[in-house]
């Protein structure tokens, strides 16, 4: 009678070299695959408040080309509380960036 870690021992023996490495190999790369998709970079939520918000800026950053002091007041207070303060680089940095800089 066979002792169970015969058996087993016996069996993988069987199997060939070339697909047991194989096997290795895949279970590695899926590994690796499903490591990076849960701790890999996430995309960026896009919900409708976001949307509304870059719509927003768009809109603000090509009226005033850039220049914050070109702003209706009730926009550059909204401009400032969403940037924390920092309104002008903001809103310089997109008008930039979207070819609206005068």
Request: proline share 6%; no cysteine; net charge positive.
């Amino acid at each position: 009678m066979a002792v169970k870690g015969e058996a087993n021992a016996d069996m993988l023996s069987r199997i060939p070299r070339p697909v047991l490495i194989a096997g290795v190999i895949v279970l590695i790369a899926f590994a690796g695959w499903m490591g990076y998709r849960t701790l890999g970079p996430q995309p960026d939520p896009v919900n409708e408040l976001t949307m509304a918000q870059d719509k927003w800026m768009d809109r603000i950053a090509k009226e005033s080309g850039g220049d914050s002091s070109k702003l209706a007041p009730e926009d550059l207070n909204k401009l400032q509380k969403q940037t924390y303060g920092h309104g002008d680089q903001a809103l310089k940095a997109y008008a930039q960036k979207h070819g609206y800089a005068k």
